[in-house]
Antibody, heavy 117, light 110 residues
């Protein structure tokens, strides 16, 4: 069974940093591009970025490129999202998902990040 | 960036056909591949892939869901609509980075 489990969320003060993890199991993690998507409360889905199999290609949505960093550890089957200079606009549920040419086929259950003083 | 436009809401009766549209600001097709995908999201749940590359049913998705379109205009059809289909539906393009989602269409009961 494919499982993606995000962790590392919670309450963080404005201006601080936070690192999310996404633990993958049930599929060959090394063979997949992976991505992050977020959803602010009551809003739609926003694609954050993606990373290819060997981390040689990482793409971001332009507005988040200077704040967020995506990385992966294939030995640990884990995807990461390092977030810096967080503001209230970053309050959202953060999802990790596997990416193929056929869309984002597996999703985690999401982790909530709340930015507030 | 490629902008995807969806109507915010659609009201439908159970047992009827629902047609949800998505228009892209530029073509999302490459050769014979239409790089548009559809997702269903119910409250409190993660999105679920329904249709990939415009017209292909994802694994485990009922046949009452179908997709069509090419270039800039795409459609998700649910026929017949069942109570379990009440959700928000998003289109997404993977033609170019950044990948983008439509704003979502909330399917409501009439």
């Amino acid at each position: 069974e494919v499982k993606l489990v995000e962790s590392g969320g919670g309450l963080v003060q404005p201006g601080r940093s936070l690192k999310l993890s996404c633990a993958a199991s049930g599929f060959n993690f090394n063979d997949y591009w992976m991505g992050w998507v977020r959803q602010a409360p009551g809003k739609g889905l926003e694609w954050i970025g993606e990373i290819n199999k060997d981390s040689s290609t990482i793409n971001y949505t332009p507005s988040l490129k200077d704040k967020f960093t995506i990385s992966r550890d294939n030995a640990q089957n884990t995807l990461y999202l390092q977030m810096s200079k967080l503001g209230s606009e970053d309050t959202a549920i953060y999802y990790c998902a596997s990416e193929t040419s056929g869309g984002m086929d597996y999703w985690g259950q999401g982790v909530m990040v709340t930015v507030s003083s | 960036d490629i902008v995807l436009t969806q109507s915010p809401a659609l009201a439908v009766s159970l047992g009827q056909r629902a047609t949800i549209s998505c228009r892209a600001s530029q073509s999302v097709s490459i050769s014979r591949y239409n790089l548009m995908h559809w997702y269903q999201q119910k409250p409190g749940q993660q999105p679920k892939l329904l249709i990939y590359r415009a017209s292909n049913l994802a694994s485990g998705i009922p046949a009452r869901f179908s997709g069509s379109g090419s270039g800039t205009d795409f459609t998700l059809t649910i026929n017949p609509v069942q109570a379990d289909d009440i959700a928000t539906y998003y289109c997404q393009q993977s033609r170019e980075s950044p990948l983008t989602f439509g704003g979502g269409t909330k399917l409501e009961l009439k």
